[in-house]
């Protein structure tokens, strides 16, 4: 017994015979416009996109996140067709086939309901319909706030400005709590306007709408400290 005791020591001090443990890598799926896509390289000569920064930081830091982004520029969730983007992204039947191998999703949109004047009740809509079908299969959502826009307080074509579908957006997250987590902008520079997270053409017009690549990696560091405050990932 002796003997083995003393092999056992010697092979923990030699770091060998002793295997680390190991973490099942989590999924999750990216659904959301310009913010989490970035805008293409042919539109504006924009941004990478929030998805290979955030997929970037999280594996320098051995947090063993698999992102499928399906985010693109001009989403949007106030659809006539209610299907959690409309036609113009992936629906819910889309997606529903890679459901069993996702932890979750990271949703963001709402900033081109609020740019085209669509109902926040249509928002609301979509909104339910995908916390819904993550409920029904025990998945997670991160619901992230909006980040800094110069337009956000002019008012749209329906007398809206983007804090109405801020708002709405956070009611429904709170109607499916052990669900849905909101990822709030409080004390971050993206609640701000800071001019070195945008696009610098945009921002000497006064219309700072799109992050720039700084602008993008605070937003995934921000996604990251939302998930960790949440213990999803």
């Known amino acids: 017994m002796k003997n083995l005791i003393t092999m056992l020591v010697v092979a923990l001090l030699l770091g060998c015979g002793v295997p680390e443990k190991s973490f099942a890598a989590q999924t999750w799926i990216m659904l959301g416009d310009s913010i989490m896509s970035g805008v293409s390289p042919s539109v504006l000569n924009g941004p990478p996109g929030t998805s290979?920064?955030?997929?970037?930081?999280?594996?320098?830091?051995?947090?063993?996140?698999?992102?499928?982004?399906?985010?693109?520029p001009g989403h949007s969730l106030a659809a006539t067709d209610h299907t959690g983007f409309g036609n113009i992204v992936p629906s819910l039947s889309n997606i529903g086939g890679f459901w069993?191998?996702?932890?979750?999703?990271?949703?963001?949109?709402?900033?081109?309901?609020?740019?085209?004047?669509?109902?926040?009740?249509?928002?609301?809509?979509?909104?339910?319909?995908?916390?819904?079908?993550?409920?029904?299969?025990?998945?997670?959502?991160l619901m992230m706030n909006i980040p800094y826009r110069d337009d956000q307080k002019v008012p749209n074509a329906l007398g809206h400005v983007l804090d109405t579908y801020k708002f709405f957006g956070y009611l429904v997250?709170?109607?499916?709590?052990?669900?849905?987590?909101?990822?709030?902008?409080?004390?971050?520079?993206?609640?701000?306007?800071?001019?070195?997270?945008?696009?610098?053409?945009?921002v000497a017009q006064g219309k700072a709408l799109h992050l720039n690549a700084a602008g993008h990696a605070e937003y995934a560091r921000w996604v990251k400290a939302q998930a960790a405050l949440h213990n999803l990932f």
Request: with cysteine; net charge neutral.
């Open 100 to 141: 069993s191998a996702y932890n979750g999703i990271i949703i963001q949109a709402g900033t081109n309901d609020f740019s085209r004047s669509s109902k926040w009740e249509d928002e609301v809509t979509s909104l339910r319909l995908i916390m819904n079908h993550a409920k029904a299969l025990n998945k997670k959502v």
């Open 52 to 72: 290979v920064q955030m997929a970037t930081h999280i594996i320098e830091r051995d947090r063993n996140i698999i992102i499928r982004n399906l985010s693109s």
């Open 173 to 202: 997250c709170l109607e499916y709590p052990g669900t849905c987590y909101y990822g709030a902008l409080d004390n971050t520079t993206l609640a701000v306007r800071t001019p070195s997270l945008y696009d610098p053409a945009e």
